[in-house]
């Protein structure tokens, strides 16, 4: 999906819908108050929850979220790198003065 086309078509106020595990969806909206402020709208049709951000929280709320992304795929990474390690030990042989 283009990123540019997807920022600009929300920033429209369309929704944007993100598909979640359970089978439900998470709709992204940004949309005008009473007041001519602009909010981001998360919101679960399902459960009916509804979220009201400032562009700010949202920000703040994006970055999180990016992190906690980054922390999972560097502990993934490792695990795998560590898998990798023991397994390739296992298979290798050590010829030496120490090693019979």
Avoid: W
């Amino acid at each position: 999906m283009d990123t540019a086309y997807t920022l600009a078509y929300t920033t429209q106020g369309a929704d944007n819908m993100i598909d979640l595990n359970q089978g439900g969806t998470l709709d992204v909206t940004l949309k005008e108050d009473t007041k001519g402020q602009d909010n981001v709208i998360l919101a679960m049709a399902a459960q009916g929850c509804e979220l009201s951000l400032t562009p700010h929280q949202a920000r703040v709320l994006a970055t999180e979220l990016i992190m906690a992304v980054n922390r999972a795929e560097v502990r993934n990474n490792l695990k795998h790198s560590q898998n990798m390690v023991r397994s390739g030990q296992q298979q290798t042989t050590r010829h030496g003065f120490f090693h019979v």
